[in-house]
């Protein structure tokens, strides 16, 4: 008898939902770290798809991160978690499309650090955050990267030092996420929101997501150096682009653009 697949998919136009159905609480084990890079990959790769969704199934959990059960079943912590890294995504080469995260539950550990590969976090009011690795005497890695350049370096520290719960409220307001909505609102607005972003113009938000990523350590002047010099694959694509010139049109003509990708 085939197992069920731990990540569902759904795909509304431009826009592919990852839904992490693993219950009881949507741990991430190799296996599914594996299914969920060649589903993110995919979806990089897919011309037609421009915006992502995860989330988590159920209501109660988002995803509470490595699947322990299974690590003492003789999954390696420092085992094959496939192309995208763990949960598919942090590693994930080139990912140049939004990602929203959707965090409809408990999000700790490793599962936090999904969300935090996303682009907007948005947040359901009954969700509970923590990156409590700390207490089963391992590392937060990602988060310990991650946090300290999002959000107030001691606030991150006493988060990854503690490894303590956190409210909604409190990542709203250090900014770790974007809103905060009552659970049965939050999938409506997470599409609402996708769709706002599918009609947007892909090429730039692909060039977006590469200056940021290029710019991280660098110096303003030498980033600014290599985007001016389209020395950035996707700002070299969007200088030469047909979009480009669309968007210039539009205006003009005071309408509304049509975004071709190309």
């Known amino acids: 008898m085939t197992s069920p697949s731990p990540v569902k998919t759904r795909r509304e136009g431009a826009i592919l939902e990852v839904t992490l159905d ?11 770290s594996i299914v969920m890079g060649d589903i993110f990959a995919g979806f990089r790769d897919d011309p037609d798809l421009r915006v992502a969704i995860i989330t988590g199934g159920g209501d109660k959990f988002f995803c509470p991160g490595w699947d322990l059960k299974a690590a003492a079943d003789g999954d390696a912590v420092d085992g094959d978690y496939g192309v995208g890294g763990f949960g598919g995504l942090q590693e994930l080469r ?9 965090v409809n539950g408990i999000c700790c550990g490793g599962g936090l650090e999904l969300a935090l590969s996303a682009d907007i976090i948005l947040a359901a009011d009954h969700a509970q955050f923590a990156l409590p690795e700390i207490r089963s005497g391992t590392v937060a890695d990602a988060a310990s990267v991650k946090l300290p350049k999002r959000i107030p370096y001691h ?11 956190f409210t909604p409220d409190e990542a709203l307001g250090w900014g770790i996420v974007n ?3 009552p659970g049965a609102e939050l999938m409506d607005q997470a599409r609402d929101l996708a769709r706002l972003l599918a ?10 997501k590469e200056i940021v990523r290029d710019a991280e350590d660098s110096k303003f002047q030498d ?12 700002v070299d ?5 047909e979009d480009q010139l669309e968007g210039a049109r539009a205006f003009a003509e005071k309408r509304d653009p049509v975004w071709k990708g190309r």
């Open 155 to 165: 606030i991150a520290m006493e988060l990854l030092l503690t490894g303590r719960w």
């Open 237 to 241: 694509t969007l200088y030469a682009s």
């Open 22 to 32: 693993r219950p009881k609480a949507n741990a991430i084990d190799l296996k599914t």
């Open 223 to 234: 980033a600014m150096n290599r985007i001016t010099k389209r020395q950035l694959r996707s």
């Open 94 to 102: 080139d990912m140049n499309k939004p990602v929203i995260a959707a």
């Open 199 to 208: 009609s947007g113009p892909p090429l730039v938000y692909a060039a977006i």
């Open 179 to 181: 809103h905060v909505y």
